[in-house]
């Protein structure tokens, strides 16, 4: 067995056994006669082909063939919920403190927060106008751009938004990259009538009240971001439900992760609470948020788990013996 194929059996690994048992040898061979004979090792393009068969085999054959579908929908919700707060955060960065007040600013705008915003705006309005791929495009340059903001700022001395702040703007857009290629019209709308939303709701909530400072950003609206999500995330899939429609319900799971993240002032003080503590402490706020984020992603494999041994829905039939998987 030569180098290459022994690593195209480790990456076959990805899929469940009895599928590697049946079809191994016919993957794997089919990769071999298209690969370079002098190729050592197998090409991403390969290796990120093989364990997306593996993992959707593994859906397939737990019975949560409509995972696919509802995270589509959680894409779509992410987007629109990021599209709100890049928009409410693009009024706010306009209005800048004193310049008595010594605070630190970007240019014209409070930080380089700015620079995000305006990426998912521009995201938003390509989701409406040329959805597909030049959309998805936009949505991972609006997560770089933030992810940007993140590391670049600090080393570059410039004031940023603060970390609970950004942190679930890149969760959202992770998930945001799954949004439909096909949505129709009235779903394509969404996201940039929820940044007109934002924008709106920033200026007639009265940002005087909140210059230069994204505390109350943090303390109040992300919290309320969440509990709004999650409202219309639990709606939507209870509505589905009744027509045995199940993709609400796993749009509920993927979700959770960035509404615990947009919750994590919540879940913070609720920790803080329980010693009397009048706030949560910033300690408490990263070890919520480093919690979320490790248990948050765990949860859809148990769900994938839990519903294959509840009985899912029967998979697919193999192409070539017939029996479901």
Excluded: K
């Amino acid at each position: 067995m030569s180098n290459l194929e022994r690593r195209y059996r480790h990456l076959l690994r990805a899929y469940p056994t009895d599928y590697r048992h049946d079809r191994g040898d016919e993957i794997v061979g089919t990769y071999l006669d298209l690969a370079d004979p002098r190729r050592r090792w197998p090409s991403l393009a390969d290796a990120a082909d093989l364990v997306r068969g593996g993992l959707r085999q593994r859906v397939r054959a737990a019975g949560a063939t409509d995972l696919a579908p509802g995270v589509r929908l959680a894409a779509l919700l992410a987007l629109t919920t990021a599209a709100f707060l890049a928009g409410f955060w693009t009024l706010v960065e306009q209005n800048q403190p004193p310049a008595e007040a010594g605070v630190p600013v970007f240019g014209p705008f409070v930080s380089t927060g700015i620079v995000a915003w305006l990426a998912w705006l521009v995201s938003a309005l390509l989701v409406l106008v040329a959805p597909g791929r030049p959309a998805r495009v936009a949505v991972a340059g609006a997560v770089l751009a933030t992810v940007a903001v993140l590391l670049v700022s600090p080393v570059a001395g410039l004031p940023r938004p603060p970390l609970l702040v950004l942190v679930p703007q890149v969760a959202l857009g992770v998930l945001a990259l799954a949004v439909d290629s096909h949505l129709p019209l009235p779903a394509r709308v969404l996201p940039i009538m929820a940044a007109a939303g934002g924008g709106a709701f920033a200026a007639g909530a009265g940002n005087e009240l909140y210059w230069g400072s994204y505390r109350w950003t943090s303390e109040q609206l992300l919290p309320a971001a969440g509990a709004v999500l999650l409202g219309i995330a639990l709606l939507l899939a209870v509505g589905l439900a009744m027509r045995r429609d199940w993709r609400g319900g796993w749009a509920v799971v993927v979700l959770l992760t960035p509404i615990g993240l947009l919750s994590v002032h919540i879940l913070a003080g609720a920790v803080d609470g329980l010693g009397g503590a009048p706030r949560p402490t910033y300690p408490t706020l990263v070890g919520a948020a480093l919690t979320v984020g490790l248990l948050g992603p765990a949860l859809l494999p148990a769900a994938v788990a839990l519903r294959r041994r509840v009985g899912g829905s029967p998979g697919e039939p193999c192409p070539t013996c017939g029996a479901r998987r």
